[in-house]
């Protein structure tokens, strides 16, 4: 196992990262939302540590969104990678504007990650063990985190601080903040509501894989109606798959559910945060609605929940088809499990909304 600061076979010194003034610090986490929630405690703990100390965030345009009026995060700056050599020399722009940074993170296991890392022009660059990495990444980076079996992701890039020497905050703090704008559309749109349970519905992820059944969708969309007269909102972005899935409930004679899909993360955020639960498989809505302490009832078959799925609360709402019967729920196990989404059930779900009414107080107006 690697100690934090120390290369993979190195011994436990006083690392670089906690040497230097880290005065303008770099974050590198691109790839989709649930990584870049993931990331927000580390640039909490970062700020908090040092109020003074800038904070750049390098992210893609999409899950850039969750970062806008985050009281930690001093500047976004968007990569488009699929832009080729123009993304990066648009990147390179951007950094050449100010000063350079002194210390980077790196949180990224790709490539991707490696313009934005050298680019920021920080000596010092802190990423994954090698071990943790492809593509060549593991040559830009000067210090890693630990190594050792796979983690929660929260707790991969909780390692980050560690490194640096700053104290892990307990309890963690995402702070996801929104703008007066963005509270009066809120208020808006949730009128209709007023005084109702409202339960979200995450209808799609970004890899068919990980999708449950539409039609199962529709069912669970009438239960939770008729059984417990919950006001139901459709979750979810522009995607054809989410499309119809919404197109599919709402066309349902039974169900008044009322659709909030949109290409905005940020109406995404303030949709979540209306709900009073949020069921949800591993897409970014789940993070979101973990991160804003909305209970969150998870719906895992092709990923490992205990790698990806909600991190130290509301396990217990899990529906877990990944994990084998009788096999050890652990973080450890990193490869995906195809065909396994259609064996969650709608009675599984159910019997978690009912426990999210006993133990989260769901319903319970």
């Not at 590198?28 to 909490?44: F, Q, R, Y």
């Not at 904070?55 to 976004?76: C, G, K, M, S, T």
């Not at 985190?145 to 560690?162: K, N, P, S, V, Y």
């Not at 940020?266 to 949020?278: E, H, M, P, T, Y």
């Amino acid at each position: 196992m690697i100690r934090p600061g120390a290369r993979e076979g190195g011994e436990l010194q006083r690392t670089a990262a906690q040497a230097t003034p880290g005065d303008r610090v770099c974050i590198v986490l691109l790839s989709g939302i649930g990584d870049v929630v993931h990331g927000l405690p580390v640039a909490v703990a970062l700020k908090r540590d040092r109020p003074s100390r800038k904070i750049i965030w390098v992210a893609e345009a999409v899950p850039a969104q969750v970062l806008e009026h985050h009281p930690a995060v001093d500047q976004v700056i968007v990569f488009r990678p699929e832009r080729g050599l123009r993304g990066v020399y648009d990147l390179w722009n951007a950094f050449r504007a100010g000063p350079s940074c002194d210390l980077t993170l790196n949180m990224q296991r790709y490539a991707k990650s490696i313009f934005p890392a050298y680019l920021s022009g920080a000596p010092v660059r802190v990423g994954l063990a090698p071990s943790r990495t492809r593509d060549g990444v593991r040559f830009v980076n000067t210090e890693y985190t630990a190594g050792g079996e796979w983690r929660h992701t929260q707790d991969l890039f909780l390692e980050f601080l560690d490194v640096v020497g700053v104290e892990r905050p307990d309890p963690l703090e995402w702070e996801i903040t929104l703008s007066e704008d963005e509270e009066s559309a809120a208020e808006t749109f949730f009128l209709p509501s007023a005084g109702a349970t409202v339960v979200g519905l995450a209808l799609g992820t970004a890899s068919r894989a990980k999708d449950w059944p539409t039609d199962r969708y529709v069912s669970l969309a009438r239960a939770l109606e008729a059984e417990f007269g919950f006001d139901v909102l459709l979750l979810g972005g522009p995607g054809e798959k989410e499309q119809a899935t919404a197109q599919a409930i709402m066309h349902d004679g039974a169900v008044t559910a009322r659709s909030a899909l949109s290409n905005s993360v940020r109406q995404l955020i303030w949709s979540i945060r209306g709900c009073d639960l949020v069921i949800s498989p591993d897409t970014g809505a789940l993070h979101i609605a973990h991160a804003m302490g909305v209970p969150v009832i998870g719906l895992f078959g092709h990923t490992n929940p205990w790698r990806v799925g909600p991190y130290e609360r509301y396990h217990d709402l899990v529906v877990d088809r990944y994990t084998d019967p009788g096999e050890t729920r652990t973080p450890a196990h990193y490869g995906p499990r195809p065909g396994r989404m259609p064996g969650i059930g709608i009675r599984d779900v159910l019997e978690r909304v009912s426990r999210a009414r006993e133990r989260y107080g769901v319903g319970r107006h």
